[in-house]
């Protein structure tokens, strides 16, 4: 079974109703310290985390005395512009003690539907993890619509485990797991500590309504839990009320996992391989090489350049007789790629007028035929 002791890289979804009471709607201070120190400790045993948090209109309602009736789209977005800053302060606060800084993303589900985008979220938060920085994730609720929205932070926290390859998502929640029906409701209901696969069994014992200050229901979360699963992440749901509710998780404490049948790695290899490519890019000698002893593709290395692609589509990747070497995500337009090809990344900014990335084709953007060169 799935746990944190051997997770290398963990999304944990914060929701509103933890971080905030309810009837005062102030922060819940000591429920985020303990928190922190959960994540301090996970971090010492060298565990990427990312938390994915709610609560920046929560916190802006109790600011400007808003209640807790759902509000027009325009006070949504005020309560958003108004909480942020103290959702951020507050994270800012309860990690700093530990040594651990912290840093703020906000996206909207468009930056996950272009590749765009959701290769500039990927690089910022990769960036960012490799500086030893904590990133907190909220949905950019200022300016999102009910068209650019996820709506919930269940199946955000799965998208943000999915472009950043995860391996553990946790989703803290007001109940410990999936039952088999709800137990509120029947008395005969038993939690299902294992899911191996989802079913359509699966989620019809999955409820709609949210409760309090949470927007998200359980069927949100099976949702989420197939978002990441497909894509090699294990997931659970658990309880997340308790003082360090990741410690006790990590201890045992009830729970419903998502079991992934592959690794993030190669769920995203295997993405990418079924991608229709939009060009190609030819390479010399060295460059297959390069790329045999798992290194990214530098400009340097590439010959020549064909299609109409843009920054994020797929291309082939040719050797120098036409032969087929893989294909990968490239990080720049085929106009701007035939500029800078056979040149050093250092000379990328004259070229471009701008300093674009090094690599044209990152490794982990990228799969190669020969299964030896994997």
């Not at 963990?10 to 120190?37: E, F, H, P, T, Y």
Request: net charge neutral; with cysteine; hydrophobic share 45%.
């Amino acid at each position: 079974m799935a746990a944190l002791s051997d997770a290398k890289r963990l999304v944990v979804k914060i929701g509103s109703a933890l971080l905030v009471d309810r009837d005062s709607g102030a922060l819940r201070a000591n429920w985020l310290r303990s928190l922190a120190a959960d994540v301090a400790a996970l971090r010492a045993r060298g565990t990427d985390v990312i938390l994915v948090s709610s609560g920046s209109i929560a916190l802006g309602r109790g600011v400007l005395n808003l209640g807790t009736a759902d509000l027009p789209l325009e006070q949504s977005q005020a309560a958003a512009a108004v909480g942020q800053i103290r959702l951020a302060r507050a994270y800012e606060e309860a990690l700093e003690p530990h040594g651990l800084v912290t840093g703020q993303v906000l996206v909207t589900l468009e930056d996950s539907e272009d590749r765009r985008r959701y290769l500039n979220s990927r690089a910022t938060l990769e960036t960012l993890l490799s500086l030893g920085v904590t990133p907190i994730v909220n949905e950019n609720d200022t300016i999102a619509t009910d068209e650019i929205r996820y709506g919930d932070n269940d199946r955000l926290a799965a998208q943000v485990a999915v472009t950043i390859g995860a391996d553990r998502l946790v989703l803290l929640s007001d109940v410990d797991g999936l039952y088999t029906a709800n137990p509120s409701e029947d008395s005969a209901a038993t939690r299902m500590d294992i899911v191996d696969s989802i079913t359509s069994q699966i989620m019809a014992m999955a409820g709609d309504a949210g409760s309090g200050l949470s927007k998200g229901g359980m069927k949100t979360k099976v949702m989420a839990a197939r978002i990441a699963t497909e894509a090699g992440c294990a997931m659970a749901i658990t309880l997340g009320s308790p003082l360090n509710p990741l410690q006790k998780l990590d201890n045992g404490a009830p729970a419903t996992w998502f079991t992934a049948q592959v690794s993030p790695q190669a769920a995203r290899k295997r993405w990418i391989a079924a991608m229709k490519p939009r060009g190609t890019v030819t390479i010399d000698a060295g460059a297959i090489k390069a790329l045999h002893d798992g290194r990214s593709l530098l400009p340097a290395g590439v010959r020549a350049a064909s299609g109409a692609f843009q920054r994020g589509d797929a291309i082939a990747i040719l050797g120098p007789e036409g032969d087929t070497i893989g294909q990968g995500l490239s990080r720049y337009t085929a106009a701007e790629t035939t500029q800078i090809a056979g040149k050093r990344s250092n000379e990328i900014a004259d070229i471009l007028g701008y300093a674009g990335r090094a690599a044209l084709i990152h490794r982990d953007d990228m799969v190669l035929q020969d299964r030896n060169a994997q």
